[in-house]
């Protein structure tokens, strides 16, 4: 599937095309793990990163890469000491 986008020139001046095609493809990888839509190996894929540059790019924007539903991380707190 293709996308195209209208980017005005002033958005673009510091990124040639292929750069800012692929931090375009970067962000929306980020957004859409950011609501849950897609995994993060996924999102590597889409992104054309590896696991590594994405968690950094994660951590970078504050974006948990962990997520936890209330009480499950105290679970397996308690899991653990229990051993």
């Keep these: 599937m293709q996308v195209t986008l209208d ?7 510091d990124y040639t095309l292929p750069e800012l095609a692929k931090q375009i493809k970067l962000y929306a990888a980020l957004a859409m793990f950011q609501v849950g839509k897609i995994s993060a190996g996924f999102a590597c894929e ?4 590896d696991r590594y540059r994405f968690y950094e790019e994660c951590a970078k924007h504050k974006i948990p890469v962990i ?14 000491r229990d051993l």
Aim: glycine residues 12%; proline residues 8%; negative net charge.
């Design 7 to 13: 980017v005005p020139e002033q958005f673009g001046l």
């Design 46 to 49: 889409f992104a054309g990163v």
């Design 67 to 80: 997520h936890y539903e209330p009480g499950e991380l105290e679970a397996e707190l308690e899991a653990l």
